[in-house]
Nanobody, 125 residues
Framework: VQLQASGGGLVQPGDSLTLSCAVS????????IGWFRQADGKDREGVSC????????YYADSVKGRFIITRDNAKKMVYLEMSSLRPEDTGVYYC???????????????????WGQGTQVTVSS
């Protein structure tokens, strides 16, 4: 199983950025894919999650209305479209996979079985 996050970079406040997560070795339609981020000195926090079918999506309150998670199961890709970026969005972003998550659990990093390496997002003027 491999998950590979990419697309990070240095952007200015207000800019947009799209992260990609390439997945291999998993049956995409039965795995939820979550995006997490970790800022220096802080715990890893859930940002967004998409159910296996893509029919259910979840977002942290801090990113609602600014971030959109999408997935293409045929291509085994999951995307996180980030807009109106803020300095507090800075961190290392990870994608992770888990078979069974719901509205009350998707943000719990400990539940996820498979993790990719992170991609750095820095929002700074």
């Amino acid at each position: 199983v491999q998950l590979q996050a990419s697309g990070g970079g240095l952007v200015q406040p207000g800019d947009s950025l799209t992260l990609s997560c390439a997945v291999s070795g998993l049956a995409m339609d039965v795995y939820a894919i979550g995006w997490f981020r970790q800022a220096d000195g802080k715990d890893r926090e859930g940002v967004s999650c998409s159910s296996g079918s893509g029919g259910l999506t979840y977002y942290a309150d801090s990113v609602k209305g600014r971030f959109i998670i999408t997935r293409d199961n045929a291509k085994k890709m999951v995307y996180l479209e980030m807009s109106s970026l803020r300095p507090e969005d800075t961190g290392v972003y990870y994608c992770a996979a888990e078979r069974a998550v719901g509205a009350n659990s998707w943000y719990r990093a400990a539940l996820y079985d498979f993790w990719g390496q992170g991609t750095q997002v820095t929002v700074s003027s």
